[in-house]
């Protein structure tokens, strides 16, 4: 770790970079390990990184940071979602410091107008899984594919013993196409991408669902206005007793001695 000052984030990209991390759901992994958020400081800026030991998954965001500083250090789930719940105007301090046996984060957040700092003892960097080597070309994607892909998608098998269904099939066919199906159901939609024919999984479809891949239509308010509502009857109402049709018993009325 060669890292001379903190580094200065923006809140707006600690926010969205925690809403595409977390769709890996590495808060909720049993290894400790696991509950870390990699950061890796380069000559090209910040990567934050999780893995779940089957998906790697990672982002570059801003930061401001020395042009000759190289720091590989974890930041805990926790000091992740607190740095997240700052001023939206405000930036972030992020500074590692002691060796990587022993390691300390200093977090330094504005909220409400004021300075909050935390110190957090994350879990040694060197037990961190390595990123995983890629071996062969890489596709790249259009964002109008992403679109399809969640059109697709929900047809793709969720049974785990036809793991080879568990995903879509980017199909260079006629000129590229999305093919999902369960055995019964079968979708397809023309899509538009540069490489060879590869499945992708069903996992990696729930990360690339992130708006930062797909656009989705805001919700308008007021939309349910005009519309009639039916309102569902109480279960717990007591119901009137229906009358025995059996012969009515006479009232015995006390009589005063």
Known sequence: MNQNAPIFIPVSAIQAARKLLTRLRFERLRLPVLNHVLATVDGAGLVLAVTDLNHWLETRIPATISPEA????????????????????????FDASGTSDNSALKLVVTCGGMLVESVDQPVTVSVFPLRPVLDGRVTNVPKETMLTLQTVAPCASTDASRCV?????????????????????????????????????????????????????????????????????????????????????????????
Not at 70 to 93: N, Q, Y
């Open 70 to 93: 190289t720091a590989r250090f974890l930041i805990p789930a926790a000091a992740m979602a607190a740095a997240a719940r700052g001023d939206k105007e405000s930036s972030v301090s």
């Open 165 to 257: 269904l568990n995903g879509v099939l980017f199909s260079a066919n006629d000129g590229g196409t999305l093919i999902a199906t369960d055995g019964r159901l079968l979708a397809g939609a023309p899509a538009r991408f540069a490489g060879r024919e590869f499945i992708l999984p069903s996992t990696a479809v729930h990360v690339l669902g992130h708006p930062d891949f797909t656009w989705r239509r805001p919700r308008r308010r007021g939309a349910d206005e005009g519309r009639s509502r039916h309102a569902a009857p109480d279960r717990r109402q007591q119901l009137a007793r229906p009358r025995s049709r059996g012969r009515r018993q006479p009232r015995h009325s006390r009589t005063r001695r």
